[in-house]
């Protein structure tokens, strides 16, 4: 495996985004896990995705974060801005020879 994305890159790209980890459905509403502050790419541009009930979505940014990051569909997220959103789609890239391994966050 290799490494995550380079600290560098974060330092100089990065932002600081809140996840809270979706832990299910409780009585009351969703449950979420303590909020954790990474920092990641965060990508703000429009594109039409499937959410994980392969429903089509309009997303509005994507995050970028080292691998082992907790961020399952329907995760809160807090952007730099201020505004909350939710996880529609996750996926782990694995760098190999092309690229840094990550984790892309697609939000809502």
Known sequence: MTAGIPAFVL???GQNVTIRPYQGSGPYGPVYGAAVTVRAIVVYARRLVRDDQAAEVLSESTL???PGTTAPPESEV???DGRKTVV???KE???GTLGPSCVE???A
Do not use: F, K, N, S
Request: glycine letters at 6%; charged letters at 5%; a positive charge.
């Open 78 to 80: 807090t952007l730099p």
């Open 11 to 13: 330092a100089q790209a």
């Open 88 to 90: 529609l789609q996750r």
């Open 105 to 107: 966050a697609v939000l």
């Open 64 to 66: 970028y974060c080292q």
């Open 93 to 95: 890239h694995h760098g």
